[in-house]
């Protein structure tokens, strides 16, 4: 299925982007498939799926690693039990879920926060996805912190560290590697994400600014699909076989760096 996806995204997106120029394609500012004389530059896409993907990690990965920490080798059985569940609840809740509630509770907060004449904006794209991404960080996460052996914490004990000296030092380091590959589906999941993106962030193709109206890769391509025909329809095909690349290239360079790290 990979393969077969694979083999049609490159059929199919590649014919754009003989017609239109992969320069032109790929560094135009201007997106206009409607117009009279259309343009198809996705630059403000690529530029804001890499800025949204970017904020919501630096923002979603440390809350989720503290709280998997706290799960894991803090917290007392009975809070773990009411917690986890809590945890897993958020991860079943579906997207379309999130972004109606960053449209109605989200949106007009930062409106008013901000003095903005519109909330829908970059910054509430990044904040409905660190809380989307939340609970694939620390459900691995935590995973990867339990199977950590018991005695490297005890000789840590036993050398007179602390018990959070030894998470610190001892425990999330034995744990990297299961923690980088949360990182990974964090990134994934950000990356990937059109419905709760598609209703917080404005849907308009200008260049990336933290409180204006942006289009996403993902957004650009489902909010168009329904009606386009001809090279429009052939650039959005172009577009996702761009954000297919693009998650490859990620998860390459990524594995490729965790296993020089076991090395």
Known sequence: FVLFISVYL??????????????????????????????????????????GTAGAILIGVPIGLFCAIFLAKVAPPRLTAVVRPAVDLLA??????YGLVGMIVLVPAVREWFHLPD?????AAILVL?????????????????????EYEEASLALGATHIETVFRVS???ASSGIAAAVVLGIGRAIGEAMAVI???GNVAN?????????????????EMAYASGLQRQALFSIALVLFLFIMLINIVLNTLLKRKKG
């Open 10 to 51: 490159v059929l199919t997106g590649l014919p754009a982007i003989r017609e239109i120029g992969l320069v032109e394609f790929l560094f135009g500012r201007e997106w206009a498939s409607t117009a009279a004389e259309p343009k198809f530059g996705i630059l403000p896409f690529i530029l804001t799926s890499v800025y």
């Open 119 to 123: 909330g829908a904006s970059l910054f």
């Open 207 to 223: 260049m990336p600014g933290l409180f204006q109206s942006v289009r996403f890769l993902t957004t650009a391509v489902s909010s």
């Open 199 to 201: 209703m917080v962030a």
């Open 130 to 150: 660190a809380v989307m991404i939340l609970p694939s960080i620390i459900s691995v996460s935590e995973t990867a912190l339990k199977a950590v052996p018991p």
């Open 172 to 174: 999330v380091p034995a």
């Open 92 to 97: 079943g809740i579906p997207s379309v879920v």
